[in-house]
């Protein structure tokens, strides 16, 4: 019994400590130039979910959800934007070659036919963020739409 | 009578295979405008050769071989140096190596499925690359309808031979040339 008692001392020790450690917030107050809906002409459901399922990871600016104030919730989110940012960012989007953009369009498009984008650790927790059958289909359609405009 | 019959299927035969070689004779003449010139640069070489180890291995269905050669390929194409040529190609030749090196990279860390969706942007960025740079090698371009889910794929080889790198030992002979880099 003390055993138990020991451990979750140590453990509620330890849960409060990494409270302390800092992560960096990745918030902007302006949209670049070179965003994505800024250089496209984005139709209005897209644009919306756009918005709701991929700029918290593919953007500088993240709408933070409240675990993720939260230790160890604000690391694998931390994580999880700068892996999406390194991969495609939608507010740098006309920075892209045009070889860049196309093949960054085919990688979308393959993404979210094969349901591996959004992550599903992601929309365990934000249900909105999760595209329905039709939601993938007017996002594929728009994608190749604009592929085939580049 | 047999004989006859003999000779006709030969002549039938010897005519067919002069109007290959006149098709071919086409194609020549399609590269010739293409700036197919035959220098040797041992960075686009070297950068080619883990391109074909790549492919190799996806025709083999070897995921772990294709992540190796995904790796070394990263590093060959970090390698390249563009300062030799124009400006205008120095910016394409930049672009086409950012782009690929993305590639290659997916490729050195994925099942095999997503390493095959990444290898056909890799084959049209390498593609343009052998435009620019040239190569001392005879390159086949050959494609299948059927790969990537019947968006269909382009890949390069080194044999005329078909060795489907998208569908792999399913479906190994799916493709066809679609055109010769330095006619033999």
């Known amino acids: 019994m003390k055993i138990v008692k020991i451990i979750v001392l140590v453990l509620l020790v330890v849960f409060v400590g990494i409270q302390f450690v800092p992560t960096v917030h990745n918030q902007s107050e302006r949209t ?22 991929c700029y918290d990871c593919h953007s500088n600016n993240t709408q933070y959800p409240w675990y993720s104030k939260i230790q160890p919730g604000a690391w694998f989110m931390e994580n999880h934007i700068k892996n999406g940012k390194e991969e495609l960012n939608f507010n740098e989007w006309d920075t892209y070659s045009n070889r860049r953009k196309k093949s ?47 | 009578m047999a004989a ?22 086409d194609m020549k003449m399609d590269h010739s405008t293409m700036k197919m010139n035959k220098v040797n640069n041992p960075k686009a070489e070297a950068v080619l050769a883990d391109y074909f180890m ?12 294709a992540a190796q050669a995904g790796t070394k390929l990263m590093a060959s194409l970090k390698a390249f140096e563009i300062t030799s040529y124009n400006k205008e190609d120095q910016k394409e030749l930049a672009d086409i190596i950012e782009d690929a ?28 690359m052998v435009a620019i740079t040239g190569t001392k090698n005879t390159l086949y371009e050959q494609f299948c ?16 031979e ?9 479906m190994p002979t799916c493709g066809e040339v679609k055109s010769i880099i330095n006619i033999p």
Do not use: C
């Open chain 1, 32 to 53: 670049p130039k070179a965003d994505f809906m800024l250089v496209n002409d984005v139709p209005k459901d897209v644009k919306n979910k756009l918005q709701i399922s």
């Open chain 1, 104 to 150: 960054k369009l085919k990688s979308i498009i393959n993404q979210i036919k094969d349901d591996e984008m959004p992550l599903s650790s992601y929309t365990l927790i934000h249900r909105d963020a999760k595209l329905s059958e039709n939601e993938k289909k007017e996002m594929i359609q728009f994608m190749k739409q604009l592929r085939d405009s580049l």
């Open chain 2, 4 to 25: 006859m019959l003999l000779l006709t299927v030969s002549f039938t035969n010897a005519q067919e295979k002069e109007k290959m070689s006149h098709e071919h004779g």
């Open chain 2, 54 to 65: 790549l492919k190799d291995a996806l025709v083999g269905d070897d995921s772990k071989k």
């Open chain 2, 101 to 128: 090196t993305e590639q290659a990279e997916h490729i050195s860390e994925s099942p095999i499925a997503h390493q095959r969706e990444h290898f056909k942007q890799l084959s049209i960025d390498i593609t343009d």
């Open chain 2, 145 to 160: 309808s059927m790969a990537d889910n019947g968006e269909g794929a382009y890949w390069l080889s080194l044999s005329k």
């Open chain 2, 162 to 170: 078909i060795q489907n790198p998208y569908l792999g030992k399913a």
